[in-house]
Every structure is written in C-alpha cells, then in structure tokens.
T-cell receptor, first 112, second 113 residues
C-alpha cells in the first residue's frame, strides 16, 4: 500500500530565507510523486512531479524537489521565499492506476 | 483555456436537504474525482470515475452520490444522510495512468444553515 507523511503541519520562515518542506512516502510499486500548492479558497495547483530519471525535479515558482529512494523522501525546497509563497503545500504519491494519495499538508507562512 | 469549473463557489444547505455540486471539465480527461477537505486533514476521496457511466466509492462515500452520464460532467450530491457536510469540496480530473497528475477546480464551500 502507498502512503505519504508530511512531517510538519506548519512552517514559518522569514521572507527571502530558504525553506524545506519535508515529505516521506511508502510504496510497494514504482513511485510517482507530486507536490501541489493550494492558495486560500482555491483548488490545488501542480508544482512539480517526479516520474523517473533525474532525482532533482524543478517546478514552477522557483521550487524544486529531490527524490531520495534510500530515504523514501521527496522534500520540497526553495532557496529564497516571497510573501506570495504563503500557501498550503501537499505532497502526493500515485496509488492505483486512477488514484493519488495526498499528505495532510504543510502550511507555509512567510514573515516580512 | 482548458480547465475544470466548479459551481457554485459557496453553497448553503438546510437540515434534511439534498444539494448538488457541479463539476465540468473541458480537458478531455477520462477520469474524474471528488474530494472533501477539512482543516488539518488533507484531501479525502469521496468518489471517482474512470469512464463514462461507471464510478467507484472512495474512502468516505457514505452520504454522497454521483453520476457520470457525460465525459465532461461529474456532479456530486450531498444527501441528508451526510450528517456533517460542512467542508470544502474539490473536483479533479486526469488522463489515464499512474504517472498522470490530477487537475483541480477551485472548489465549492458548503455550509449548513
């Protein structure tokens, strides 16, 4: 069975500081991983995805994530955050052919 | 532009009343999904459909019903049997395959009067 754990429910960080949002997964089959962002009162938007190949995946808005098979992790990083990055971030793993399992989310709050 | 349209954005329900949430997509996706989102609980799958005229229960289907008569449309009915319907409801769609991401609408917020 597949599962996703987001280790931090909230992450406060100062503007222009780097940030890492942690995600660990478990999967009994080949892994496809995703990060989504949700701004207040909106749906989820795909930030990036890992399907195969390079373990460092670049996404939109300057975010990147690194797939680490040995540590079963897929942490999201940004070298310098902006106020506009304030949102909730969800890590997800592909389950069966038609289902994705989402983590419980990490709320990123940016302090000026 | 292609996308997913959910309506209405806000919906109020009286006790004992059924309400239907609309979800339409023009992405030509075969699969569609309904999720419920509560604070601090992430997304929970209510129902999903991989093809027209077929759908499956997700993790929290009790008190909900769906139909999939057209590829573009996947309406969700919240019945009076759902005792705690207040939540944010999200509709999504995707192409077939485990490596396909889901695309989301902007959600409907349902509240009890």
């Amino acid at each position: 069975a597949q599962s996703v754990t987001q280790l931090d429910s909230q992450v406060p960080v100062f503007e222009e500081a780097p940030v890492e949002l942690r995600c660990n997964y478990s999967s009994s089959v080949s892994v496809y991983l995703f990060w989504y962002v949700q701004y207040p009162n909106q749906g989820l938007q795909l930030l990036l995805k890992y399907l195969s190949g390079s373990t460092l995946v670049k996404g939109i808005n300057g975010f990147e994530a690194e797939f680490n098979k040995s540590q079963t992790s897929f942490h999201l990083r940004k070298p310098s955050v902006h106020i506009s990055d304030t949102a909730e971030y969800f890590c997800a793993v592909s389950s069966s052919a038609s289902k994705i399992i989402f983590g419980s989310g990490t709320r990123l709050s940016i302090r000026p | 532009d292609g996308g997913i349209t959910q309506s209405p954005k806000y919906l109020f329900r009286k006790e004992g009343q059924n309400v239907t949430l609309s979800c339409e997509q023009n992405l030509n996706h075969d699969a569609m999904y309904w999720y419920r989102q509560d604070p601090g609980q992430g997304l929970r799958l209510i129902y999903y459909s991989q093809i027209v005229n077929d759908f499956q229960k997700g993790d929290i289907a009790e008190g909900y019903s769906v139909s999939r008569e057209k590829k573009e449309s996947f309406p969700l009915t919240v019945t009076s049997a759902q005792k705690n319907p207040t939540a944010f409801y999200l509709c999504a769609s995707s192409s077939p395959g485990r490596n396909q991401p889901q695309h989301f609408g902007d959600g409907t917020r349902l509240s009890i009067l």
